[in-house]
């Protein structure tokens, strides 16, 4: 699969179009590793046999920062001669048919800092395999399409590394005589290399037997550092109901005699599907009411779901190759939502999953999907197969896999399911075979629905309507548009429905359709560049619902009036449209607002009373779910509003929200106490969705009452502060000091003293401080100099570093240029360190081009400082590449 050797300066890049099958095909790997932090000394035996469908004779092998001690060839040790090695490749020709090849291989896990392949975290031994750290382990056809069954045997010093975990299921272990013991693992299923996984390691466990639907007892055991066995029953109940869910939601059960989590402080990512092993970060395992807030613990139920999801979708079927990432992850993230939102077990709570959903796509793949790392839900080509973990192929491909069940309902996405796993059981596999699936099980044509997969960008629909009052005729045209030109129309799900002038949810008769009788929403199907949809029947002029639940990733443009979104603000039955309204009634006043700061006017601001009633109006109406009137009241972000604009002025973006949230904390100051005081959660915590709900509402009103503290306000905050009884609202109460501008850095310490031996509440304190406007460049470095301070912790330079970048706009983006200047500073020290993480923060300059042209200019010089440098990882010099590129 790869194309040239390029020199640094014009990295190799990687083609779909020129996959080929691997010329070998993997039988067994026994795997023997004697593990020690400066010399781990890995033993690895492979079965090889010539893939009929290959079409080279040569085995290739991947292998990356690891010294190759032997290479024995059906018994025979290789001289040099007879193989090569270059770059990451090491070449054996003209090999026979059926090979066996015992390699010796040496690494050095205690300097492996970027946290691929084996590494050490606090004295323990852990993996991470995907993409393609297992070569960073041994030599090996490191490819997703190359699957086998493991055998490993683990071999360290009993009481540095008492626990030694592997892949499966556990077939012996004892003592070797000499202080070091064994633990001998079986892995029962073929799989690829980047789900293997290994831990040596001093952790303790919560375990317990469960008894799956067929009767069959299996063994879950979640493992944690020792101190941290009190935070695990979270994670242990959201892996019991994941279990449960996909066994009744799907039919599928766990395959293994045992499943484990096992929670490290340094991981790149959220969690890793390992096959029975999982490698989770802490941040998603460890909770209990001191520590965790309601998004820590709704973050750990989702992230559990997905990781165990994955022993289907992506383990028993995986990937053919990398681009067909979206294949298992796309799949999952929708398995792992629908999972969440079936936990709330109610239509409320579903709709504020989806609608917390649509935020993400908005505030993160919108964005991706214009700037200069757009790329198709499954790409073409890539450089760093690292770099395309993105928004995209996760988020978006979600929401693909969502249009499939929107299409054929969610029995014939089930059906569509069943026969994926029918065809595919134990198979590396493509998109289109998924597509496949879905179409012959419901008998649908979705070759169209193609487009999706190959296609980039987000495609804009535009919605027409007219009424016929003589023939009672409401008509929809639709259209659709992409910002490329050469691109074909999508197939697009578009769900409507129709608003009388009470309120009401009108039943629709669509001219050619076959919804059921008295349906209130139905879904058009927009195949062409316009089409035109008739409701037959209508009585009145109604108020168009459109793309109702966000039926498809697209934006949508209608140009509805005031009274219109109005109408559907208050009125409408898709609380996802209901809460879109209210976001169009607030954008189309901060853009107002910002261009009015923008331009320097010398009128005072001004926020009109009828969308101050309507806040009132929502924010009192205690028939609606405390979650879903605290999302309809959060304004939209400044990196949205910011989305909406030709040239982006981040200063008046800022100034203008800040003054629509002092006049709403004024304005509505009677009501946000009293729903303050209303929405209290007294008695032992619940993160369950109406208590998690409860609070959310409360926080808000209270951020919203301390953008202009007064003695009352400021009191409820300190008070809050001080007696909260969970992290939930101690830090909600914290943040809303720290915004304020009061002096809170008592608070901030006593914070900080409470929590020091915390490693995940530490990041929060680190959190906090960045995205707070008063925080500037030189108030981060003085952080970074703090001694909890680490750039070699992901979570940690995440948690500053990220968080100054993007979630504080105003001061990222100072007009002396030095936030930019700090941000290439630190691209290229996080490079040299771990480039995973420094690609992913080198992303905050992706859509530099939109800003003003001073601005720009800066940012610009700091794109090419790092660009500079003779030594970037190829991680980072993608995305500077395509940063720079026009």
Known sequence: MRTDSSPLSSPLTIYRKDYTPPAFLVDTVELGFDLDPHRTIVANRITMQRNPDGT???????????????????????QAGEYSIEGV???????????????????????????????????????????????????????????????????????????????????????????????KWEDPFKKPSYLFALVAAKLVCQEETYTLNSGRDVLLQVWVEDGNLDKTDYAMQSLKNSIRWDEERFGLELDLDRFMIVAVGDFNMGAMENKGLNIFNTKFVLANPRVATDIDYAGIEAVVGHEYFHNWTGNRVTCRDWFQLSLKEGLTVFRDQEFSADMIGSDSGRA????????????????????????????????????????????????????????????????????????????????????????????????????????????VVTARTRYDAVKRNFDIILSQRSNHPDQLPFHIPVAVGLLGEDGRALPLTLDGGTQEQGATTVVLELTEQEQIFRFRNIDERPTPSILRDFSAPVILEYDYTDDE???????????????????????????????????????????????????????????????????????????????????????????????????????????????????????????????????????????????????????????????????????????????????ASAYLQRFYDDFSSEALVIDKWFAMQAATPATDVAAVRKLMAHPAFTLKNPNRARSLLFNFTNANPSQFHAADGSAYAFWAEHVIKLDAINPQVAARFARSMDRWRRYAPALQAKMKAALEQVAAQTKLSNDVLEVITKALAN
């Open 352 to 459: 504020v999953t989806r609608i917390d959903q649509v935020r993400t796509l908005r505030q993160a793949q919108f964005p991706e999907d214009a700037g200069p790392m757009s790329h198709p839900v499954r790409p073409d080509s890539f450089v760093e197969i690292n770099n395309f973990y993105t928004v995209t192929v996760y988020e978006k491909g979600a929401e693909v896999v969502r249009m499939y069940q929107t299409l054929v309902g969610r029995d014939g996405f089930r059906k569509g399911m069943d026969l994926y796993f029918e065809r595919h059981d134990g198979q590396a596999v493509t998109c289109d075979d998924f597509r496949a699936a879905m179409a012959d099980a419901n008998g649908r044509d979705l070759r169209q629905f193609e487009r999706w997969y190959s296609q980039a960008g987000t495609p």
């Open 89 to 183: 490749l090491l070449t054996i020709k003209n090999a026979p048919d059926q090979v066996v090849l015992e390699i010796e291989t040496v690494c050095v896990p205690v300097e492996n800092t970027t946290l691929s392949g084996l590494y050490v975290s606090n004295g323990n031994f852990f993996t991470q395999c995907e993409a393609e750290g297992f070569r960073r382990i041994t030599y090996f056809p490191d490819r997703p399409d190359v699957m086998a069954k493991y055998t490993v045997m683990l071999r360290a010093d009993k009481a540095t590394y008492p626990v030694l975990l592997s892949n499966g299921n556990l077939i012996e272990e004892g003592d070797l005589g000499d202080g070091r013991h064994y633990a």
């Open 565 to 743: 979104l109005l109408h559907l603000f208050r009125h409408d039955s898709d609380p996802v449209n209901r809460w879109e309204a209210g976001q169009r009634l607030a954008m189309a006043r901060l853009l107002k607002l910002t261009a009015q700061v923008a331009a320097k006017q010398d009128k005072p601001l001004k926020l009109d009373t009828t969308f101050l009633d309507a806040q009132r109006a929502l924010l009192i109406d205690d028939t609606l779910d405390p979650a879903f009137r605290e999302l309809a009241l959060i304004l939209p972000s400044e990196g949205i509003i910011a989305e909406q604009m030709d040239v982006v002025d981040p200063h008046a973006i800022h100034t203008a929200r800040q003054f629509m949230r002092r006049t709403i904390g004024t304005e509505l100051r009677a009501e946000l106490l009293a729903q303050y005081h209303a929405n209290q959660t007294p008695g032992e915590y619940s993160p369950d969705a109406l208590s998690a709900g409860k609070r959310a509402l409360k926080n808000l009103c209270l951020s919203y009452l301390l953008v202009t503290p007064d003695a009352v306000t400021l009191s409820l905050a300190q008070h809050q502060c001080e007696q909260a009884g969970n992290m939930t609202d101690r830090f909600a109460a914290l943040v809303a000091l720290i915004h304020s501008g009061v002096d």
């Open 56 to 78: 080279n004779c040569d085995i290739v092998l991947h292998g990356e920062e690891i010294e190759l001690v032997q290479l024995r060839m059906n018994g025979k040790v290789l």
